[in-house]
């Protein structure tokens, strides 16, 4: 069982940065795979980044590549979201979730969530 808690949304003007948090509880965070998803108003959710369990491994949405950088800190049961550059169209609920399972970039490939933290850009 994980459980998931996540902080650092809020709002920020286009152009700026935001940096997401996500504690984890459990024993098994440091062998599971993360995954940041976003959802926007009318829209369904959506995959952003994910990690592998020993940080090695990453992927990235296209509209996010380069301006997001996912990581972990096991030691500290976190997952972070840096986010730069931010967009209007970066505005969502963000979401964090753990899977064991290897279809990261579906949300029905996770098995935990989180309860989600809202990101607004304004233009």
């Known amino acids: 069982q994980v459980q998931l808690v996540e902080s650092g949304g809020g709002l920020v003007q286009a152009g700026g940065s935001l940096r997401l948090s996500c504690a984890a509880s459990g024993r098994t965070f440091s062998t599971s795979a993360m995954g940041w998803f976003r959802q926007a108003p009318g829209k369904e959710r959506e995959f952003v980044a994910a990690i592998g369990w020993t940080g090695g491994t990453t992927h990235y949405a296209d509209s996010v590549k380069g301006r997001f950088t996912i990581s972990r800190d096991n030691a500290d049961n976190t997952v972070y979201l840096q986010m730069n550059s931010l967009k209007p169209e970066d505005t969502a609920v963000y979401y964090c979730?753990?899977?064991?399972?290897?279809?990261?970039?579906?949300?029905?490939?996770?098995?935990?969530w989180g309860q989600g933290t809202q990101v607004t850009v304004s233009s």
């Open positions: 979730a753990a899977t064991k399972r290897l279809a990261w970039l579906l949300p029905s490939g996770y098995d935990y």
